[in-house]
C-alpha cells in the first residue's frame, strides 16, 4: 500500500513565477527521463520481480521517484502559481498573455491545463508507457535502469542551468544527486547476480561472440580495444563478412505446389521486359527540368 507524508522529500522554494521556466521543468515531469517514467519503471519491475533484495530496492526506489515526481511537480506548480491566478480571473489581460505566449507550451499549459503540472514533456508530448522498456530480465532490465538513472541526471544536469534562481537549483541539485546513488544501487544489484552477461538463460554462438566486423570501412577507420585485440577476431574482408554461415547467402522457404504454382502465375503477369522502351507520361509531358526523356534529347 501507499502512504503519503504531506511533507516533501525536499523542501521546495521558488523566488518568483516563471511560467515558461515551469515549462522547461515538465521535462522531468513528464517526459521520457522523467521522475514518472522512473517511479513506473521501477514500481512494474518490482511486482514482477522474485528475488526478495532486488524487489524490496526496486518499491524503495520507485517510491522514492514518485516522491520526487512531487518535488518536480511542486516546483513547476508554484512557478505557475501567479500566472494562474491572473489567468482564471482574467487580470491585466494583454500584458499576461504576453508572458503566456512566450512559448507554445507554456501557452497549452495555460489555455489547456489551467496552469496545473500535466504529464506532458518540455515540448507538450503527453506521456506514454512506452517510455518504459522493461524486458522482465534482471540482467537486462537493470542495466536499463543504469541508463535511465545516467540520462535523467543529464536532463537535471541541464535544467539546472536554466535557472538563477537558487531554491530551484538546490531542489535539482538534489534530485539529480539521487539519480547518482539510485545508478549506484542498480550496478550494486547487476554485478550482486553471476553471472549476468550475457543477458537470458541462451549462450551464444562461439562461432560469432568474439567476432568483430568491420563494416564500415575508409577514412576513420581507428583500433581499440572494443574491435581490435587478443578478444577480438576482426574481420575486415569484404568477402568474409557475407554469408558468415558458410551458406550461399540467399533466402528460401519451403512452399506447397499450389503456392509455386501462384506464385509463378504472379511471376509471369508481373514480369518486366529489358529490352522495351516505351514513351510514359513523362515522356509526354516532358519540359524544362525534366532532364533527358524518350525521343527527345537535351
Ligand atoms: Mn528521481
Ligand atoms: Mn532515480
Not at 260 to 285: C, E, F, N, V
Amino acid at each position: 500500500m501507499f502512504m503519503h507524508n504531506k511533507r516533501l522529500q525536499y523542501t521546495v522554494r521558488v523566488e518568483k513565477g516563471d511560467p515558461i521556466l515551469a515549462t522547461l521543468m515538465l521535462e522531468q515531469f513528464g517526459g521520457p527521463q522523467g521522475e514518472l517514467a522512473a517511479a513506473m519503471r521501477y514500481f512494474t519491475q518490482a511486482l514482477a520481480e522474485d528475488d526478495a533484495g532486488r524487489k524490496d530496492m526496486l518499491y524503495d526506489i520507485a517510491t522514492e521517484e514518485l516522491s520526487h515526481l512531487e518535488i518536480i511537480g511542486s516546483i513547476i506548480a508554484m512557478l505557475n502559481k501567479g500566472a494562474k491566478g491572473e489567468l482564471a480571473e482574467g487580470v491585466d489581460e494583454m500584458a499576461e498573455m504576453r508572458v503566456l505566449t512566450g512559448n507554445s507550451t507554456s501557452q497549452t499549459e495555460a489555455i489547456l491545463y489551467g496552469n496545473g503540472p500535466a504529464l506532458v514533456n518540455s515540448s507538450g508530448v503527453p506521456w506514454t508507457a512506452a517510455y518504459i522498456d522493461s524486458i522482465g530480465d534482471p540482467t537486462a532490465d537493470l542495466r536499463s535502469n543504469i541508463a535511465a538513472e545516467s540520462r535523467a541526471k543529464l536532463v537535471y544536469e541541464r535544467l539546472i542551468n536554466v535557472t538563477d534562481d537558487p531554491g530551484i537549483k538546490d531542489a535539482l541539485t538534489f534530485l539529480m544527486t539521487r539519480e547518482v546513488a539510485h545508478q549506484k544501487s542498480f550496478e550494486k544489484a547487476l554485478y550482486a547476480i553471476t553471472p549476468n552477461f550475457p543477458p537470458g538463460k541462451l549462450p551464444g554462438d562461439p562461432a560469432f561472440t568474439d567476432v568483430y566486423f568491420d563494416m564500415s570501412q575508409g577514412v576513420g577507420d581507428e583500433l581499440g580495444p572494443w574491435n581490435s585485440g587478443e578478444m577480438w577476431e576482426r574481420v575486415e574482408d569484404r568477402d568474409a563478412q557475407a554469408a558468415v554461415d558458410g551458406g550461399d547467402g540467399s533466402a528460401s522457404v519451403g512452399v506447397t505446389k499450389k503456392q509455386q504454382a501462384t506464385l509463378d502465375k504472379l511471376a509471369a503477369r508481373t514480369l518486366s521486359d529489358p529490352s522495351a522502351d516505351p514513351i510514359t507520361g513523362a515522356d509526354l509531358g516532358a519540359g524544362p527540368g525534366a532532364g533527358a526523356t524518350s525521343g527527345k534529347k537535351l
